[in-house]
Protein backbone atom coordinates (compact mmCIF):
# COMPACT_ATOMS: atom_id res chain seq x y z
CA UNK A 1 0.00 0.00 0.00
CA UNK A 2 2.70 2.41 0.64
CA UNK A 3 4.99 1.20 -2.16
CA UNK A 4 1.35 2.27 -4.35
CA UNK A 5 0.84 5.63 -2.58
CA UNK A 6 4.77 6.68 -3.03
CA UNK A 7 4.42 5.64 -6.74
CA UNK A 8 1.20 7.51 -7.24
CA UNK A 9 2.94 10.44 -4.98
CA UNK A 10 5.83 10.46 -7.42
CA UNK A 11 3.70 10.14 -10.99
CA UNK A 12 1.51 13.24 -9.63
CA UNK A 13 4.69 15.03 -9.16
CA UNK A 14 5.90 14.10 -12.31
CA UNK A 15 2.86 15.48 -14.26
CA UNK A 16 2.98 18.38 -12.55
CA UNK A 17 6.77 18.92 -13.39
CA UNK A 18 6.05 18.39 -17.22
CA UNK A 19 3.14 20.34 -17.11
CA UNK A 20 4.64 23.52 -15.54
CA UNK A 21 7.70 22.86 -18.32
CA UNK A 22 4.96 22.57 -21.21
CA UNK A 23 4.03 25.85 -19.76
CA UNK A 24 7.05 27.78 -19.51
CA UNK A 25 9.08 26.24 -21.87
CA UNK A 26 11.96 28.29 -19.99
CA UNK A 27 14.26 30.73 -21.69
CA UNK A 28 15.84 30.04 -25.60
CA UNK A 29 18.04 32.27 -27.77
CA UNK A 30 16.23 34.67 -30.11
CA UNK A 31 18.29 36.49 -32.14
CA UNK A 32 22.28 37.30 -32.23
CA UNK A 33 22.99 41.03 -32.57
CA UNK A 34 26.56 42.04 -34.41
CA UNK A 35 27.45 45.77 -34.82
CA UNK A 36 29.43 46.32 -38.10
CA UNK A 37 30.97 49.20 -39.27
CA UNK A 38 29.56 48.76 -43.15
CA UNK A 39 26.36 47.32 -43.40
CA UNK A 40 26.53 46.18 -47.13
CA UNK A 41 30.17 44.95 -46.90
CA UNK A 42 29.05 42.62 -43.95
CA UNK A 43 25.56 41.54 -45.74
CA UNK A 44 27.12 40.06 -48.94
CA UNK A 45 29.92 38.55 -46.02
CA UNK A 46 26.88 36.61 -44.10
CA UNK A 47 24.46 36.58 -47.12
CA UNK A 48 26.91 35.39 -50.00
CA UNK A 49 29.64 33.31 -48.63
CA UNK A 50 28.61 32.27 -45.41
CA UNK A 51 25.37 31.27 -47.03
CA UNK A 52 22.21 32.53 -44.44
CA UNK A 53 18.68 33.84 -45.88
CA UNK A 54 17.86 37.59 -45.60
CA UNK A 55 14.67 37.92 -43.73
CA UNK A 56 12.49 40.72 -43.52
CA UNK A 57 13.55 43.36 -40.71
CA UNK A 58 10.66 45.67 -39.11
CA UNK A 59 13.04 48.89 -39.20
CA UNK A 60 13.42 49.81 -42.97
CA UNK A 61 15.66 52.27 -41.95
CA UNK A 62 19.01 51.04 -43.87
CA UNK A 63 20.77 50.15 -40.98
CA UNK A 64 19.77 46.64 -40.41
CA UNK A 65 20.03 43.57 -42.13
CA UNK A 66 18.19 39.96 -40.58
CA UNK A 67 19.17 36.69 -41.22
CA UNK A 68 17.87 33.37 -40.37
CA UNK A 69 20.07 31.39 -38.70
CA UNK A 70 17.50 28.15 -37.87
CA UNK A 71 15.06 27.09 -35.28
CA UNK A 72 13.32 30.86 -35.36
CA UNK A 73 16.49 32.05 -34.48
CA UNK A 74 18.33 35.49 -36.24
CA UNK A 75 20.94 37.45 -36.45
CA UNK A 76 20.86 40.87 -36.85
CA UNK A 77 23.30 43.35 -38.15
CA UNK A 78 23.22 46.59 -36.91
CA UNK A 79 25.09 49.59 -39.03
CA UNK A 80 26.88 52.11 -36.54
CA UNK A 81 30.34 50.61 -35.68
CA UNK A 82 33.14 53.35 -36.33
CA UNK A 83 35.51 50.20 -37.45
CA UNK A 84 36.64 46.93 -37.24
CA UNK A 85 38.34 45.74 -34.27
CA UNK A 86 40.23 43.00 -33.35
CA UNK A 87 38.49 39.86 -31.22
CA UNK A 88 39.55 36.86 -29.31
CA UNK A 89 38.80 33.54 -31.51
CA UNK A 90 37.47 32.11 -28.59
CA UNK A 91 34.57 34.27 -28.93
CA UNK A 92 32.88 33.17 -32.22
CA UNK A 93 29.50 32.05 -34.25
CA UNK A 94 29.80 28.63 -35.27
CA UNK A 95 28.18 27.78 -38.69
CA UNK A 96 27.64 24.14 -40.01
CA UNK A 97 27.98 23.14 -43.36
CA UNK A 98 27.66 19.73 -45.64
CA UNK A 99 31.22 19.94 -46.50
CA UNK A 100 34.11 21.70 -45.08
CA UNK A 101 36.20 21.30 -48.23
CA UNK A 102 33.46 22.84 -50.38
CA UNK A 103 33.21 25.67 -48.24
CA UNK A 104 37.29 26.12 -48.72
CA UNK A 105 36.16 26.55 -52.76
CA UNK A 106 34.17 29.37 -51.67
CA UNK A 107 36.48 31.10 -49.14
CA UNK A 108 39.80 30.58 -52.17
CA UNK A 109 37.17 31.53 -54.75
CA UNK A 110 36.69 34.85 -53.11
CA UNK A 111 40.39 35.47 -51.96
CA UNK A 112 39.25 34.50 -48.37
CA UNK A 113 41.76 33.32 -45.62
CA UNK A 114 40.98 30.95 -43.12
CA UNK A 115 43.28 29.18 -40.43
CA UNK A 116 42.67 26.08 -38.21
CA UNK A 117 42.26 26.36 -34.14
CA UNK A 118 46.24 26.96 -33.68
CA UNK A 119 46.15 29.60 -36.41
CA UNK A 120 48.08 28.06 -38.40
CA UNK A 121 47.24 29.95 -42.44
CA UNK A 122 44.54 27.73 -44.77
CA UNK A 123 44.77 24.36 -42.54
CA UNK A 124 42.09 22.94 -41.72
CA UNK A 125 41.67 21.52 -37.63
CA UNK A 126 40.13 17.67 -37.68
CA UNK A 127 38.97 18.07 -33.94
CA UNK A 128 38.81 14.26 -31.88
CA UNK A 129 35.20 13.42 -32.80
CA UNK A 130 36.04 13.75 -36.49
CA UNK A 131 34.43 16.92 -36.95
CA UNK A 132 36.10 19.28 -39.51
CA UNK A 133 36.81 23.19 -38.64
CA UNK A 134 38.31 26.06 -40.30
CA UNK A 135 38.04 30.09 -39.08
CA UNK A 136 37.83 32.77 -40.35
CA UNK A 137 36.89 36.69 -39.75
CA UNK A 138 33.92 38.73 -41.08
CA UNK A 139 34.64 42.06 -42.40
CA UNK A 140 34.47 43.58 -38.90
CA UNK A 141 36.88 41.07 -37.31
CA UNK A 142 34.45 38.70 -35.94
CA UNK A 143 35.84 35.11 -35.87
CA UNK A 144 33.41 32.57 -37.37
CA UNK A 145 34.02 28.81 -36.94
CA UNK A 146 33.03 26.61 -40.09
CA UNK A 147 32.50 22.75 -39.01
CA UNK A 148 30.96 20.14 -40.39
CA UNK A 149 29.00 18.99 -37.43
CA UNK A 150 25.60 17.46 -38.41
Known amino acids: ???TLLLLALCSLLSLQLTAQEDNPGTV????????????HSTHFYRDIIGLDTIPEPFHD???????????VQLHLIQGATTATEHDKNSHLCFSVASVP????????????????QGEKQAVTNRV?????IYITDPDGYWVEINDAQ
Do not use: C
Not at 62 to 71: A, D, E, L, M, N
Not at 102 to 116: G, M, S, T
Open 129 to 133: DGVKQ
Open 1 to 3: MKK
Open 29 to 40: INHIAVYVADLA
Open 62 to 72: GKHTWFSIGSG
Open 102 to 117: AFIEILNRNKIPYEDW
